[in-house]
């Protein structure tokens, strides 16, 4: 970022130094000569912080791989989430909060846990039972405020 912030200043300062030179050319031929000169000059200082260029400067701290994973793990999770609320409404096990964990391994996601919070009205066994027997999936069970 430095480096921008120099480059910049360089060309600024370069700019109103060309301005002031060109306004005090002569007329005729020996101004045309001076404009050249300033041009070349305006032309310099854009090459010269180049000069200090390192391409460390810029290097961007992304890593493409935790992001990609980061991405699918949380796709997963709001899948299964999903997956799980369509289950509980389907079999009349309204307001229930489900949470899911997932971690990915190479090419394997892994569900490493759900938990399901439900009304104290509904069985915390029956609700349990739909959930394995609909998706296979063990989830934790408990009534909100627990």
Known sequence: MDYIKTWTFCICITLIISVILSILAPKGTMGK??????????????LYPLSDFNIADFKLDFDFGS??????????????ENAVETVLDENKVYNSI???????????LT?????????DSYSVEEVKDIVFKELGVVAEVKHIGE
Do not use: H
Request: glycine residues 2%; hydrophobic residues 50%.
């Open 33 to 46: 000569f001076y404009k050249v000169i300033i041009s070349t000059f305006i032309f310099l200082s854009f």
């Open 111 to 119: 569900i490493n846990s759900v938990k399901i919070s439900v009304a």
């Open 67 to 80: 992001e990609y994973t980061n991405v699918v793990e949380d796709a997963a999770k709001v899948q299964i």
């Open 98 to 108: 489900v949470s899911a964990i997932v971690s990915q391994n190479g090419d394997e």
